[in-house]
């Protein structure tokens, strides 16, 4: 593999399993020093942990929320401390609550928003200055289909996920005078164990035969993805959400 990232300092949130285990690990195998996020499972840290070692690479796991303000630039602060600065800022960590519209409450609009959205604009905040004074840098948001697309029970999800593809835009003229590159990418169905938590797994893992590319997507197409968006390569992309879904959205 390419080490097109060699010497990078990066933070991904929620980077202890699924995709965002597989998007720490790329940034390993390219070159990057990587911090990332978890929020309860220190086994799933530890184990992400030795798998960045078993590569040769360095890694930090960092326990931590981002759903309050305080929480997010402690994460940024600390992730800074341990790498000796930041280059790359993926924010990957998400939750939700998945019911039908009908049944959800202003607690659930509140969590979901707070930790999907405006998580996002509190640690670009935090890093922005951070990646200014190294020269410039990359944020890239980690969406989904459902920004655009009615999914069953995905509601809140698919609200939050739409208001950060927003935000990723107005960051993106902001701060790209900066050097700071900020985009995003939005995933179709993923296998990960996140779809557990939907009533409608077997549905969702059946997408797979109506997509044109003739699976469903994996945790390393999306990794790919951000690896790209993070290179030099992708230079004139800003503010951008790009889909990586193997044409399963295209069809009418």
């Known amino acids: 593999m390419s080490r097109s990232l060699e010497g990078r300092l990066a ?37 992400t ?31 800074a401390a341990a790498l ?6 993926v ?16 607690r659930h609009w509140d969590w979901t928003l707070d930790t999907n959205a405006r998580a996002l604009l509190l640690l670009a905040q935090r890093a922005a200055p951070l990646m200014a004074a190294r020269g410039g840098g990359g944020i890239v948001a ?32 902001e701060l790209a005078p900066q050097g700071i590159r900020v985009n995003a990418v939005s995933g179709g169905v993923v296998a990960t164990d996140a779809l557990e938590h939907f009533p409608n797994k077997d549905e969702m893992l059946a997408m797979g035969d109506r997509t044109p590319a003739g699976r469903i997507v994996e945790p390393q197409d999306m990794a790919n993805a951000v690896a ?12 951008q959400t790009l ?4 044409g399963y959205s295209l069809p009418a």
Request: with cysteine.
């Open 11 to 47: 933070l991904v949130t929620g980077g202890s399993r699924g995709i965002g285990r597989a998007i720490a690990l790329d940034l390993v195998d390219r070159g990057a020093e990587v911090t990332f996020s978890y929020l309860r499972n220190a086994d799933a840290a530890e184990e």
């Open 49 to 79: 942990l030795q798998l960045i070692r078993d590569r040769g690479g360095t890694g930090h796991a960092i326990k931590g929320r981002i759903d309050d303000t305080e929480c997010c630039h402690a994460l940024v602060d600390e992730a």
């Open 84 to 89: 000796g600065g930041l280059d790359l800022l």
């Open 91 to 106: 924010s990957n960590a998400a939750s939700g609550v998945i019911r039908p519209v009908m049944e959800l409450t202003e």
């Open 142 to 173: 980690i969406s989904s289909l459902g920004s655009f697309r009615v999914l069953d029970n995905y509601t809140l999800v698919g609200v939050s996920k739409a208001a950060l593809e927003a935000c990723v835009r107005y960051l993106a003229v």
């Open 228 to 239: 790209w968006l993070a290179g030099p390569e992708s230079e004139m992309i800003v503010g």
């Open 243 to 246: 889909i990586i879904d193997g």
